[in-house]
């Protein structure tokens, strides 16, 4: 598609707001999809259109829609033909005035498609969403739509309404291939790589080019899914390793991974010579099965015991470990709705909430739960219908029993107060889905508890070194095999681990306001307002404090030797900090000003720059990361 028009950045977004507005307005009433069908019988001018337009050749289709104007200047299918075209060559000016001209029912389905295309190629891609699911009511979806709405719904981390979309896409001619690579980028975004291979599979049997992509970057997307999901031998010959190397840098590397797996270690050291000059980012996972946390213990074993210990590795519960939370005493009122109340007991199936309402009781058991007990957990149980619920009442360790779940609101529709409907906020598929994913390894593995990711009780090794089969082996073949064959996060830069740990440690999927007490929840989100991170030129990250391996450190002192790292002396020479700790040292380039606080030089940071705030959520203690002055204990967060 062509770029839109040049001018301003602002004019632009203005331009796009206005439109957006505009064509909303229009979004009323059904039509029908396709160039033609609603209003004057097609000519052979737009018979034409719709070839050009099938074939691309969009100056074509607009000086077939202008020649059939001329002669009927009121002829709908050329209106929107010219619109299309107009959008098409980057004219949204013409195709605003088109479609107000139109009135309502004028724009059809791939009106809407073209247009959310355009707003997506201008950064607007929530105004695209929103234009396309304005239309869902008003008939028939053409192909393209479906296809952006799909792909928008994948990238806003909604798979799982994105994931049949897909599915439908496969089945429709012209659009099968766009369809399978979209379902094969959805499966690995749900580290499903069996599913990707499969999909991928399809899209290369397409043939041509209907992706827009080459055939020798799809087989290497191929490829990594077949080795992902331990199917080595039919990787090598996708890559065309049975009769000599790749035909690239990168084939080669995988090829390396392929022999590996299959154990010819003469095989895959020559694979990985050729490779050069490709390598591999700290950052990027290995194209390799799982292995779980215990397979990391035998090389790695103090590292692996103390991670095994931490909190981190204990954030999921099964059913059987959350018999191990103290059960209610008495029944626990509901705080926003009266006359509700709820017992926490233990049955021989497990964990048991029961709500009550008057004399009528209804029953949910959690089938697992989120959450260390450091702070709290969460139960979640399935009712009835099979729709998976977040108890209505989370354990707090603090307080030292159960309380109200934090975000739960009162039920919205429940009819004669049925007590089913206090037990829990109903989760769906990709709700449940992102619990899983901050408090597990894999996600897909722990949910459906295959081994052996699926058995780490918690964030294990490998949610941040990324799978670690291929690395085991090349381990054993060592040093046969030169290649550690696993992503490495110390290498990487503090900003790329700040990104590693932002994925669990920010908000998902929503916007946190600064003086929003209730952001300082999101560390690493909390973390980047401050201006220690911003005035460090990139040298401060969540490593610079915190050994990722071990629990936070809860001695204020050892924090402050942090803080004067950066804030000793102002003309101290950059030093690295407190080595063997686990923390990453902070290096700070020469030209970053470093300033000793006015009121004490040499303590007291922590108490008050970060303190710690009771009161963001209930029963939970959160240390302040947005590093700054705070007037009072208690006093209204600052805006910085």
Same mark, same amino acid.
Request: aromatic share 4%.
């Given at each position: 598609?062509?770029?839109?028009?040049?001018?301003?950045?602002?004019?632009?977004?203005?331009?796009?707001?206005?439109?957006?507005?505009?064509?909303?307005?229009?979004?009323?009433?059904?039509?029908?999809?396709?160039?033609?069908?609603?209003?004057?019988?097609?000519?052979?001018?737009?018979?034409?259109?719709?070839?050009?337009?099938?074939?691309?050749?969009?100056?074509?289709?607009?000086?077939?829609?202008?020649?059939?104007?001329?002669?009927?200047?009121?002829?709908?299918?050329?209106?929107?033909?010219?619109?299309?075209?107009?959008?098409?060559?980057?004219?949204?000016?013409?195709?605003?005035?088109?479609?107000?001209?139109?009135?309502?029912?004028?724009?059809?389905?791939?009106?809407?498609?073209?247009?959310?295309?355009?707003?997506?190629?201008?950064?607007?891609?929530?105004?695209?969403?929103?234009?396309?699911?304005?239309?869902?009511?008003?008939?028939?979806?053409?192909?393209?739509?479906?296809?952006?709405?799909?792909?928008?719904?994948?990238?806003?981390?909604?798979?799982?309404?994105?994931?049949?979309?897909?599915?439908?896409?496969?089945?429709?001619?012209?659009?099968?291939?766009?369809?399978?690579?979209?379902?094969?980028?959805?499966?690995?975004?749900?580290?499903?790589?069996?599913?990707?291979?499969?999909?991928?599979?399809?899209?290369?049997?397409?043939?041509?080019?209907?992706?827009?992509?080459?055939?020798?970057?799809?087989?290497?997307?191929?490829?990594?899914?077949?080795?992902?999901?331990?199917?080595?031998?039919?990787?090598?010959?996708?890559?065309?390793?049975?009769?000599?190397?790749?035909?690239?840098?990168?084939?080669?590397?995988?090829?390396?991974?392929?022999?590996?797996?299959?154990?010819?270690?003469?095989?895959?050291?020559?694979?990985?010579?050729?490779?050069?000059?490709?390598?591999?980012?700290?950052?990027?996972?290995?194209?390799?099965?799982?292995?779980?946390?215990?397979?990391?213990?035998?090389?790695?074993?103090?590292?692996?015991?103390?991670?095994?210990?931490?909190?981190?590795?204990?954030?999921?519960?099964?059913?059987?470990?959350?018999?191990?939370?103290?059960?209610?005493?008495?029944?626990?009122?509901?705080?926003?709705?009266?006359?509700?109340?709820?017992?926490?007991?233990?049955?021989?199936?497990?964990?048991?909430?029961?709500?009550?309402?008057?004399?009528?009781?209804?029953?949910?058991?959690?089938?697992?739960?989120?959450?260390?007990?450091?702070?709290?957990?969460? *139960?979640?149980?399935?009712?009835?219908?099979?729709?998976?619920?977040?108890?209505?009442?989370?354990?707090?360790?603090?307080?030292?029993?159960?309380?109200?779940?934090?975000?739960?609101?009162?039920?919205?529709?429940?009819?004669?107060?049925?007590?089913?409907?206090?037990?829990?906020?109903?989760?769906?598929?990709?709700?449940?889905?992102?619990?899983?994913?901050?408090?597990?390894?894999?996600?897909?593995?722990?949910?459906?508890?295959?081994?052996?990711?699926?058995?780490?009780?918690?964030?294990?090794?490998?949610?941040?070194?990324?799978?670690?089969?291929?690395?085991?082996?090349?381990?054993?073949?060592?040093?046969?095999?030169?290649?550690?064959?696993?992503?490495?996060?110390?290498?990487?830069?503090?900003?790329?681990?700040?990104?590693?740990?932002?994925?669990?440690?920010?908000?998902?999927?929503?916007?946190?306001?600064?003086?929003?007490?209730?952001?300082?929840?999101?560390?690493?989100?909390?973390?980047?307002?401050?201006?220690?991170?911003?005035?460090?030129?990139?040298?401060?990250?969540?490593?610079?404090?915190?050994? *990722?391996?071990?629990?936070?450190?809860?001695?204020?002192?050892?924090?402050?030797?942090?803080?004067?790292?950066?804030?000793?002396?102002?003309?101290?020479?950059?030093?690295?900090?407190?080595?063997?700790?686990?923390?990453?040292?902070?290096?700070?380039?020469?030209?970053?000003?470093?300033?000793?606080?006015?009121?004490?030089?040499?303590?007291?940071?922590?108490?008050?720059?970060?303190?710690?705030?009771?009161?963001?959520?209930?029963?939970?203690?959160?240390?302040?990361?947005?590093?700054?002055?705070?007037?009072?204990?208690?006093?209204?967060?600052?805006?910085?």
């Amino acid at each position: 598609m062509s770029s839109p028009p040049g001018g301003p950045p602002t004019d632009r977004r203005l331009a796009v707001a206005a439109l957006l507005m505009s064509l909303l307005v229009l979004l009323v009433v059904a039509g029908m999809t396709g160039l033609s069908g609603c209003g004057q019988n097609a000519t052979a001018p737009i018979s034409e259109a719709q070839q050009a337009a099938d074939q691309g050749d969009w100056r074509r289709v607009a000086e077939l829609a202008r020649r059939r104007l001329r002669e009927v200047p009121d002829d709908r299918d050329a209106l929107r033909a010219l619109a299309r075209a107009s959008i098409q060559l980057g004219r949204m000016d013409v195709a605003q005035g088109i479609y107000e001209r139109l009135g309502a029912g004028g724009m059809l389905s791939e009106d809407r498609a073209l247009l959310a295309e355009f707003l997506m190629g201008t950064g607007e891609s929530d105004s695209a969403l929103r234009l396309l699911e304005e239309g869902l009511s008003l008939g028939p979806e053409h192909p393209h739509a479906l296809y952006l709405r799909a792909r928008l719904w994948a990238a806003s981390d909604r798979l799982a309404e994105a994931r049949p979309l897909a599915e439908q896409l496969c089945q429709v001619p012209k659009w099968s291939a766009k369809g399978w690579l979209l379902r094969a980028q959805i499966a690995d975004a749900e580290s499903n790589p069996e599913q990707a291979a499969l999909a991928y599979e399809q899209v290369l049997s397409a043939g041509g080019n209907p992706v827009g992509m080459s055939q020798a970057e799809l087989e290497t997307r191929l490829a990594r899914a077949l080795l992902a999901s331990g199917q080595a031998d039919r990787a090598r010959q996708i890559l065309g390793g049975a009769n000599g190397g790749g035909a690239s840098p990168e084939a080669n590397w995988l090829l390396s991974r392929a022999w590996l797996q299959l154990g010819n270690l003469s095989a895959a050291g020559s694979s990985l010579a050729q490779a050069a000059p490709f390598a591999l980012k700290p950052m990027d996972p290995e194209p390799a099965p799982y292995s779980g946390a215990a397979a990391c213990a035998e090389c790695h074993k103090e590292i692996t015991r103390a991670q095994q210990a931490s909190h981190h590795a204990q954030t999921f519960q099964t059913a059987s470990g959350l018999l191990a939370l103290p059960t209610t005493t008495a029944p626990v009122a509901d705080t926003q709705v009266p006359g509700v109340s709820y017992l926490v007991e233990r049955a021989a199936d497990g964990l048991r909430l029961t709500s009550e309402v008057g004399s009528r009781q209804a029953m949910l058991r959690a089938e697992f739960g989120f959450g260390s007990g450091d702070r709290g957990a969460t *139960p979640v149980g399935r009712d009835p219908a099979g729709n998976f619920r977040e108890l209505r009442l989370s354990y707090y360790h603090d307080h030292k029993g159960w309380d109200m779940t934090t975000g739960q609101k009162p039920p919205a529709d429940c009819p004669g107060n049925d007590p089913a409907c206090f037990l829990g906020r109903a989760l769906t598929e990709d709700g449940v889905r992102r619990c899983f994913d901050c408090h597990t390894t894999n996600a897909r593995a722990a949910q459906e508890q295959r081994a052996p990711a699926g058995l780490d009780l918690g964030i294990g090794c490998e949610r941040c070194h990324g799978p670690a089969s291929n690395h085991v082996k090349a381990m054993n073949a060592a040093p046969a095999f030169s290649d550690l064959a696993i992503a490495r996060p110390h290498l990487a830069s503090s900003q790329q681990t700040l990104e590693l740990c932002a994925r669990c440690h920010s908000p998902r999927g929503v916007d946190v306001r600064r003086d929003d007490p209730a952001s300082i929840r999101f560390q690493a989100t909390t973390l980047t307002w401050s201006r220690c991170a911003t005035q460090s030129q990139g040298a401060l990250s969540c490593l610079s404090c915190h050994d *990722p391996h071990r629990d936070a450190q809860t001695d204020p002192a050892y924090y402050v030797q942090k803080c004067l790292t950066c804030h000793a002396a102002t003309n101290a020479p950059a030093t690295k900090h407190l080595a063997g700790d686990g923390a990453r040292p902070i290096e700070l380039a020469d030209s970053v000003i470093r300033k000793p606080c006015p009121i004490n030089p040499s303590d007291g940071c922590i108490e008050c720059h970060m303190p710690t705030r009771k009161d963001a959520l209930p029963h939970t203690k959160f240390t302040d990361h947005f590093i700054r002055v705070h007037p009072t204990p208690t006093g209204a967060l600052p805006a910085e």
